[in-house]
């Protein structure tokens, strides 16, 4: 028991480190990603992981080591009369300086990419956030929106083609939300009277959640929406049979069961 | 120093405060140390009231639209206990808000600022008292308009913390109330942070120069520069947000705007602007919220290593390098706002260079421990635990700094994780350590070390397991202030780690029973303290315990700075300022 | 020393009082906020739900009588009568007409009044009293159902008619006089009607069921316009006259007839019954639901002349 | 060196700490009930049935439906107890993952535990939540007067009510989707249950009273002495024959839903893929129908920015304002009396009498949010409440909106005679969906009028 503080504090490089060794046993980890840009995004971060994960064990042990070895009630040698070291505070100002500049400008270019270099295609849906839904435009046969053959859904559910350049256009139709999709590693705020764009190219096929990220009210939680990635063929099938299900004009009546 | 002139200095205090009638004394009291404890009972029972807001969030988070038991009733009424997401909304704005306004700025400038700030500079008392006593009272508007909005048609605020508008505009009396009381409590810290200049530059001790303050008191300095400088633009903009909710002008509203099918009046203006000058004082207030505790930690360290304060000045440059670059980071909050992109950039450079400083006193605070002799007393466990939290909650900054990592970690628990590791396991964690360390100079009394330390055993490894898992939670994108996060089918594996930190949560939070009982016990039953039961340089321990009206019962005058502990020059570990140095004695 | 402690302390203990007041403040307020509105009703009682539902479980006792009246008597008599004003006849105010229908809704500039109560000043009658027979054990072939149509017309944007009584089968032509279009809204228990009658338009509308009192019939267009429709299974209904007089011939004789008497004026919405505390409506037993019996002998024609005092009618 | 060597702390300061928790702990409400149906209390006293009849009410109601906890479906309902029990009760999943209490997760907010559109987020909404107990849903393929069918109610829970705060819920499975729809019937037949029942009290005679012998007590007068009948169907089997008569006539309307689905005329109905001229000069027929003939700009306005007649109520919360008017007027009468002064005994009984029941009414007002207007759609901005298909459109126009001001243009009843051909409406069905891309319509202008109703 003598040093048992020390080892209090022994535990948290130990503890912090076998959480996030356990963590993808436990199935919280980053989420699968489809996207094309997601890789460089889960590569910086587990970068940023790794470099954080070195300095945190180095420093927390450092802070046990400095608490087991200078616990007073079994450290003898007089105290370290000294009011610092010049080089040493040189070396910590310089050295987490340089590797602080350098993540910044290391990321800078996935950034542009995500955010400031949209590519040079019509959008293919405008997705509208509203309190609590997510309802999607799509520009219908003419390829344009905003005219009378947009087809308009309200049910959550956003189809976009996969292995394609896809650029979204994204608004708010009356607070802030944020159009969220953790598989695809983005996310963005859409306000009220501001257009604005996400881009990304997905490589996998299948259904993923769309999260609203920005506090909008107490239905906040309901804005759920999925967006399915299906192969142009069927994306094309899909976008026919919404624009039938808009067109129509007869009404299904039941059979009569006389149960 | 005879004990007996002090104690009769002491006596002669008591009785002109009694002079002074009981209301005056001791509750319209001009007196520092007063107004300092009444911040510091304030804010710790608005501590409470924001701990149980906490435990109604974990509550729904661990058992989703389950009636809650004892507050379910209280709070949402006839749908049979269950927490309504409206009232979840609520909870999540209203503890943040409390915990913010009212725990950690108020305990820290509040308590701890007025409590210190006189005695550690060796001043009879703050520069203009009057104001001082005016700062507390204005706390008490706020606390009513805070306190009082949960009774109000439609309840408190639902709008987050941040109050972003539109949303924020779309709610009713609460937000109005929410809003006042913000501005109240911005009067109120701009009232104490004019104090708190003035009397730092202008009524030290005869020898305490700049460069021989406690890092307490340079905190302190450089956080009422933040405030002063700061808070301006959050008054005014909060002013903004009242004249749009209810006069109707336009500021943060976007032309054409209407939501739940209300006709607006105007339009023009732009939610983004809120979120700029938000965010332009709630930046540097993260700062006011860490930068004194820091100080605090500091001093404790130092004082426990029984070593002098590795690296004095660079402490000090950091910390003004912090105040410095804190008010051109406040971008990294609105990376995926709707800002230009460009924009992002700067602010990604900049917020990378404040982890530099913060880095700088992590490094000088192991320094100072390497090669002490460190006791390991209740503050100090306090203490050293900051800088253990304070490292989690400074790396994992790091990561939201990084633009494109930010894009998918914003605003889910990543981001919770990484300010409750600062602000709960960091300065609350630093406010308590503070509280057992200078408590024998509040009451006179000590607090029970053994039930002390058990506290912080218990509050430690508890905390820990609550807030490192939301990590993890954030890695998988778990997002924050979701009334039902499982309704997404990528966050359903997310309950039982859910639930496992709701149970730590509710255990922290009734642990800290141990706390108060200890708190309230030994103010009426501690063994009585002396001047200086920590063997400590500080000047405030040179002061009687409790400190009478005038603070101090002999002229200080400084002759060193206040980390001289295990000075070769003296033979004891320790070596008070006011303590002549031995060249005086070679005369004698 | 003592002293200053002393002081310290009970100067706490008076900021503990303090923030004890607060707190209990706080949780008055909470517990009294928290109290579920006595005016939702009361609950259902575990007991008497046992047993009732027992009883709806247990099967549909055989009942002697399938409840409809029996007849007992023969032959035919005819009740007439009034309802006479007792008091000062009310002015009616005008209609608060709004929107741009303004000119062509007003009479010679004047809005139109409402019929609300509507007094004949010479004979003090009391016109649009709804009369008629509850449950009729015999119905004489000229009270059946039959299918002649009703005009109900509306002229600047009134409905002429403002009690519309009528068998089932019978056929409402709705039918707007005026320029511009109307929508009739019947918000029926049993009959509901919305249909947008063009100008110069008629519009049938046949109710198919019997309603137990007159329902509103409006126009959402022009939401001052009121007026009352009654569907019954048979013809012993009538509607009083600008004299306040009314007939129902043929009914059966020797029977316990229940008359069911209504006016718009009374009660929240819609009208209500009309009940009468008169010494002539005391001796029909007239009760609190605006209903009285009375037998009447073969070929006899009653006559009931009835003053209805200004309060019986929220005056 | 002297460290500090601290005190045990004194039992009794442990002891008063936990008193002060207990206390603390205490003050809140007691442990959470279990939600209970409540009566519609505004038609319990605009129908005058005298209160010592809600107890009574509300036990049948229990008996025929059960509680919130445990539904119950009379068989007669033809509800699935199954669904019922499925979205009933409190939240909580199976270990299969089966989801319970699907109504107290996804609905009870804003709809309210009896469905009355009353749950504590009501009042935050614009427009409210629906009320279920009238049985009227607005958005049906359904005529005017019929209930809505399974599949309308359905529809609204997979594409949510735009324009509104009902989300979308086609991500739940399609088992929880349909046990909702099941629950809401359940709810709306109870509440139609819980109205009929009024009017069965209403029909109670009093009766006599009897002694022990079983002969009449009379009054001094020789009158036998009458009494209440209590409302109990397990003593009374006419009251239960009347309850189930009138369980019957309601099932009748949901069980026959399907039936009074409003079917297009084939021969009437636009081609499938017509051109866009076609479409064009179709929907110009459309606008001249819109200010002519069907005179849609009476209600809709001139602009089409529904910013026409906009005074008029919804059925909800046209029963709510008749009811706060109607506390007005009885407030002035009984200000009047006391102003008149000088009353005789019975008249001042009067005014004590209404006096209470005034109390008795303003009790129930309180609980209610206050009425607003129905506000016409601004049909610029493309938002279809009801949904966006061409047959829902069609099925608008032709049958009006059931419970609101909207009238219909097609027959009322099968055979009857409409406003507008089928045609026509066809017509109208395409001038409203070009609506929002006319010129005029940019930029959107919020509704100018009728502030102070809304806000």
């Given at each position: 028991m003598k040093r048992f503080w020390s080892f209090l504090f022994f535990l948290v490089p130990v503890g912090g480190v076998a959480t996030f060794v356990a963590a993808p046993y436990l199935r919280l980890w980053l989420p699968v990603d489809v996207s094309e840009h997601g890789r460089t995004i889960d590569d910086l971060f587990m970068f940023i992981l790794a470099l954080t994960g070195v300095v945190f064990v180095v420093t927390e042990g450092a802070l046990f080591y400095f608490s087991w070895k200078y616990d007073a009630n079994s450290n003898n040698a007089p105290v370290k009369y000294s009011h610092g070291s010049h080089a040493l505070e040189l070396v910590w100002t310089i050295l987490p300086a340089v590797t602080l500049l350098f993540i910044a400008v290391f990321q800078m270019e996935a950034w542009a990419r995500a955010k400031m270099k949209p590519p040079d295609i019509a959008p293919l849906v405008e997705v509208t956030g509203r309190q609590f839904n997510w309802d999607f435009r799509y520009p219908g046969p003419d390829n344009k929106l905003y005219t009378i053959d947009d087809i308009v859904r309200t049910d959550g559910r956003l189809y976009l083609p996969v292995n394609e350049d896809v650029l979204l256009k994204i608004t708010s139709a009356d607070v802030l939300h944020s159009f969220f999709l953790p598989n695809l590693r983005l996310k963005q705020d859409v306000i009220p009277g501001m257009d604005q764009s996400m881009w990304f190219k997905a490589k996998a096929v299948g259904g993923f959640d769309i999260v609203c990220a920005e506090l909008c009210g107490w239905g906040h939680y309901k804005m759920k929406g999925r967006v399915y990635f299906l192969p142009r063929s069927k994306y094309e099938e899909k976008l026919e049979e919404m624009r039938q299900e808009q067109n129509t004009m007869r009404v299904g009546v039941p059979e009569d069961d006389d149960e | 120093m005879s004990t007996a002139t002090a104690d009769t200095h002491a006596d002669a205090h008591a009785h002109t405060g009694h002079a002074g009638g009981f209301l005056s004394t001791y509750v319209f009291s001009l007196d520092h140390k007063i107004i300092g404890l009444q911040f510091l009972f304030s804010s710790l029972i608005w501590f409470l009231i924001g701990g149980l807001l906490a435990l109604g969030i974990r509550w729904q988070l661990a058992y989703p639209w389950r009636p809650m038991p004892i507050l379910g009733d209280l709070l949402a009424g006839a749908e049979g206990g269950q927490i309504a997401p409206e009232v979840y909304t609520m909870l999540v704005t209203m503890h943040a808000t409390v915990m913010i306004f009212f725990v950690i700025i108020p305990v820290l400038t509040g308590a701890f600022g007025n409590f210190l700030i006189p005695l550690m500079i060796g001043?009879?008392?703050?520069?203009?008292p009057t104001l001082n006593m005016l700062s507390y009272w204005f706390m008490w508007p706020a606390f009513v308009c805070m306190g009082g909005s949960f009774f109000v048609e439609g309840g408190a605020s639902q709008g987050g913390w941040t109050a972003y508008p539109p949303f924020a505009l779309t709610q009713g009396t609460g937000q109005f109330l929410w809003l006042t009381g913000l501005t109240l409590v911005g009067i109120s810290s701009m009232m104490g942070s004019v104090n708190y200049m003035t009397t730092i530059i202008?009524?030290?001790?005869?020898?305490?120069?700049m460069f021989r303050l406690p890092m307490t008191i340079w905190a302190m300095f450089i956080t009422a520069i933040l405030q002063a400088f700061a808070l301006p633009v959050l008054t005014a903009a909060s002013f903004m947000q009242i004249t749009d909710l209810k006069l109707g002008t336009g500021f943060f509203i976007p032309e054409g705007w209407s939501t739940n099918n209300r006709p607006m009046a105007s339009g023009g203006g732009q939610p983004l602007l809120w979120q700029h000058l938000f965010w332009f004082y709630s930046h540097p207030a993260v700062y006011i919220m860490i930068l004194p505790a820091m100080g605090m930690v500091s001093d404790i360290i130092s004082c426990f290593a029984r070593k002098p304060l590795f690296g004095y000045k660079p402490m000090v440059y950091s910390i003004s390098g912090i105040a410095g670059l804190g008010f051109i980071v406040w971008g990294h909050h609105m990376f995926v706002s709707g800002m230009n992109p460009m924009l992002g950039m700067t602010f990604m450079v900049s917020t990378m260079l404040i982890a530099l400083p913060s880095a700088i006193k992590t490094f000088n605070w192991l320094g100072t421990m390497w090669g002490g002799k460190i006791q390991f007393t209740t503050p100090m466990l306090f203490a050293v635990s900051f800088v253990s939290m304070f490292i989690i909650g400074g790396l994992s900054g790091i990561f939201m700094a990084a633009t494109p990592i930010d894009i998918f970690i914003h605003d889910t628990y990543f981001i919770v994780a990484h300010f409750h590791y600062v602000l709960f396991s960091g300065t609350a964690m630093a406010v308590f350590g503070a509280i057992y360390y200078w408590f024998p100079k509040m009451f006179g009394r000590m607090m029970n070390d053994s039930w002390g330390k058990v506290h912080f055993a218990v509050t430690f490894a508890l905390l820990n397991c609550v807030f490192y898992p939301m990590h993890i939670l954030g890695m998988q994108?778990?997002?924050?202030?979701?009334?039902?996060?499982?309704?997404y089918e990528t966050f359903r594996n997310a309950l039982p780690m859910n639930q496992f930190i709701s149970y730590c949560a509710f255990a922290m939070v009734g642990m800290q029973v141990i706390f108060v009982i200890n708190f309230l016990g030994s103010i009426f039953f501690g063994p009585r303290a002396g001047r200086n039961p920590w063997h400590s340089n500080g000047l405030e321990w040179q002061a009687p315990s409790p400190p009478g009206h005038g603070n101090f019962d002999f002229q200080p005058i400084i002759h060193r700075g206040p980390y001289e502990y295990g000075a070769p020059e003296v033979e004891d570990d320790y070596y008070p300022q006011?303590?002549?140095?031995?060249a005086v004695d070679k005369t004698k | 020393m003592n002293t200053h402690i002393i002081l310290t302390c009970s100067g706490l203990l008076v900021r503990c009082r303090l923030s004890a007041a607060f707190l209990s403040v706080v949780c008055f307020l909470m517990v009294t906020g928290c109290q579920r509105a006595e005016e939702l009703g009361p609950v259902a009682e575990p007991a008497s739900v046992a047993e009732i539902r027992q009883a709806f479980s247990s099967g549909a006792d055989a009942l002697a009588s399938d409840g409809a009246a029996i007849a007992t008597g023969t032959g035919w008599a005819t009740l007439r009568g009034q309802f006479v004003y007792d008091g000062t006849p009310p002015q009616m105010k005008p209609y608060d007409v709004r929107g741009e229908d303004r000119a062509k809704c007003s009479r010679a500039g004047k809005a139109p009044l409402q019929e609300t109560l509507l007094v004949d000043p010479e004979t003090m009658g009391i016109a649009n009293v709804v009369i008629f027979i509850r449950d009729a054990a015999r119905v004489h072939e000229s009270a059946q159902p039959n299918d002649e149509s009703i005009v109900f017309d509306q002229k600047e944007c009134v409905f002429l008619t403002h009690v519309a009584a009528m068998t089932v089968g019978q056929t409402l032509e709705i039918k707007n006089s005026d320029p511009m279009g109307h929508n009739t809204k019947i918000e029926g228990r049993k009959n509901v009607f919305n249909q947008s009658v063009p100008a110069n338009e008629t519009l049938v509308f046949s109710p198919q069921k019997e309603e137990p009192v007159p329902v509103s019939v409006a126009c959402s267009i022009h939401p001052w316009m009121a007026a009352y429709f009654l569907p019954r299974a048979n013809g012993y209904h009538a509607v009083t006259g600008a004299d306040g007089s009314f007939e129902i011939a043929n009914v059966p004789a020797g029977e316990v007839l229940e008359f069911q008497v209504w006016h718009e004026s009374v009660g929240a919405r819609d009208g209500g019954p009309l009940v009468l505390e008169t010494p002539e409506a005391k001796s029909l037993k007239w009760s609190r639901k605006g209903r009285f019996k009375i037998r009447l002998e073969e070929n006899e024609e009653k006559v009931l002349n009835l003053t209805v005092p200004a309060s019986a009618l929220g005056g | 060196m002297n460290y500090p060597t601290l005190n045990k702390l004194e039992a009794f300061t442990k002891l008063q700490g936990l008193c002060v928790l207990a206390v603390v702990l205490a003050a809140g409400c007691d442990t959470a009930e279990p939600p209970a149906f409540r009566l519609n209390m505004v038609e319990a006293v605009v129908r005058e049935t005298p209160p010592e009849y809600s107890q009574e009410i509300s036990d049948v109601l229990g008996a025929m439906f059960g509680t919130p906890d445990q539904p119950y479906a009379l068989a007669e309902t033809g509800l699935d107890q199954a669904k019922l029990d499925m979205a009933a009760g409190p939240a909580w999943s199976d270990k299969k993952g089966t989801n319970f209490g699907l109504y107290r997760k996804h609905c009870v907010h804003c709809h309210g535990v009896t469905g009355d559109g009353r749950g504590p987020t009501a009042r935050f909404l614009n427009p409210y939540p629906r009320d279920y107990r009238p049985a009227v849903y607005k958005f049906k393929s359904t005529l005017n007067a019929a209930r809505p069918t399974d599949a309308d109610l359905h529809r609204v829970l997979m594409n949510?009510?735009?324009?509104?705060?009902?989300?979308?819920?086609?991500?739940?499975p399609g088992s929880e989707v349909e046990a909702l729809v099941e629950y809401v019937k359940y709810l709306s037949i109870r509440g139609q249950m819980e109205s009929a029942l009024h009017m069965v009290v209403y029909e109670l005679e009093e009766e006599e009273v009897v002694d022990e012998n079983g002969e009449p007590r009379r009054d001094e007068a020789g009158e036998p002495l009458l009494q209440r009948t209590p409302l109990n169907p397990a003593t009374y089997p006419e009251q239960r024959e009347e309850i189930l008569s009138y369980l019957e006539e309601l099932m009748e309307g949901w069980n026959t839903a399907n039936e009074q689905i409003i079917v297009p005329a084939e021969d009437q109905i636009p081609g499938d893929d017509r051109l866009p001229e076609e479409v064009l000069a179709s929907a110009e027929a459309g606008r001249k129908l819109f200010y002519g003939k069907a005179d849609c700009k009476k209600c809709h306005g001139p602009t089409a920015l529904g910013d026409g007649q906009q005074t008029d109520y919804d059925n909800w919360n046209k029963v709510h304002h008749e009811f706060l008017v109607e506390i007005g007027r009885k407030s002035e009468s009984i200000v009047k009396r006391v102003g008149d002064g000088e009353l005789d005994k019975a008249a001042e009984q009067q005014l004590i009498n209404d006096r209470v029941e005034l109390a008795r009414w303003q009790g129930v007002a309180a609980t209610l949010y206050k009425p607003r207007n129905a506000i016409p759609r601004n049909l610029r901005q493309g938002i279809y409440r009801g949904g966006r298909r061409r047959i829902d459109i069609f099925h608008r126009v032709f049958t009006g909106i059931a419970g609101t001001p909207m009238p219909g243009s097609g027959p009322a009843s099968p055979g009857a005679k409409g406003t507008l051909t089928e045609a026509q409406m066809w017509n109208l069905v395409d001038y409203v969906l070009s609506l929002p891309y006319e010129p005029p319509s940019q930029p959107l202008k919020a509704l100018p009028v009728n502030v102070d109703e809304v806000l």
């Open positions: - | 001043a009879d008392d703050m520069a203009v202008q009524m030290r001790a005869p020898g305490m120069t994108g778990f997002p924050r202030r979701l009334a039902d996060p499982y309704h006011t303590m002549p140095p031995p | - | 949510g009510v735009p324009g509104t705060a009902m989300p979308s819920f086609s991500l739940l």
